[in-house]
């Protein structure tokens, strides 16, 4: 029920493009959505996040569509560019009505995209 | 303002040996998180410290593996009688901890071998 499944597990485009990930859950605790960037050697940054009350946030980009119902969510990037060549990590954390932050975050196994000049 | 400070960034250790990982969170932030990355997995969930007390540890292993964040100085993730089973990158997060739905930010992560 932790679990956040991601796919696909890896993906190529031409610059241009638009790939999509997408990840499901099982958690109905889960209440906050982020995506995260990492380039080989570098640690995870976030790049979007949703909260459920939302069904799609943009940036830039980046775009997160959030499907509560079925409990699903996905990351689109328009007109690719070769270096948006990263690993991209889907993640869901609870969140805590207390007022404090609890940051434990459950990922995604991580899509390894490659996009072509 | 800096951010998350780790190191080493590469560390070398034999079957047996002790393996010391050190996190320094951006200044302000007093809640530190710890995860490890194997190799074409995911970050898995290890240990949420807050200053001086240990919050969850639900994903360190039963053995061998420790951490602390002590009242002055960065936090630390002790791995006693590494085995290669070990190996793989530690990445510390920080927050404020404060705010709700605030972000953790990550460091550029430890990479241990095991030899």
């Known amino acids: 029920q932790q679990q956040v499944k991601q796919s696909p597990q890896s993906l190529i485009v031409q610059k241009g493009g638009i790939p999509i990930i997408n990840c499901a859950y099982e958690?109905?605790?889960?209440?906050?959505f982020p995506w995260y960037q990492q380039f080989p050697g570098k640690g995870p940054a976030l790049l979007i996040a949703?909260?459920?009350?939302?069904s799609e946030k943009k940036e830039g980009r980046f775009t997160i569509s959030f499907n509560k119902s079925a409990k699903q969510f996905s990351l689109h990037i328009m007109d690719s560019q070769p270096g948006d060549s990263a690993t991209y990590f889907c993640?869901?954390?609870?969140?805590?009505?207390?007022?404090?932050?609890?940051?434990?975050?459950?990922f995604g196994q991580g899509t390894i995209l490659t996009v072509h000049p | 303002n800096a951010g998350v400070m780790q190191n080493p960034r590469h560390l070398v250790r034999r079957r047996g040996q002790e393996a010391r990982l050190r996190c320094s969170p951006m200044?302000?932030?007093?809640?530190v998180y710890w995860y490890r990355q194997l190799p074409e997995e995911g970050l898995k969930f290890m240990v949420y410290l807050q200053k001086e007390n240990i919050i969850d540890e639900s994903g360190m292993p039963k053995e061998r593996f420790s951490a602390e964040f002590p009242k002055e100085g960065p936090s630390i993730l002790r791995i006693q009688q590494v085995v290669r089973g070990d190996s793989a990158a530690y990445f510390c997060a920080s927050s404020p901890g404060r705010v709700a739905d605030t972000e953790a930010f990550f460091g550029q992560g430890t990479r241990l071998t095991v030899v």
């Open positions: 949703i909260r459920p009350d939302v």
């Open positions: 958690n109905t605790a889960f209440d906050y």
């Open positions: 200044k302000g932030h007093s809640h």
């Open positions: 993640a869901a954390k609870p969140y805590n009505a207390g007022g404090t932050s609890y940051g434990k975050l459950t």
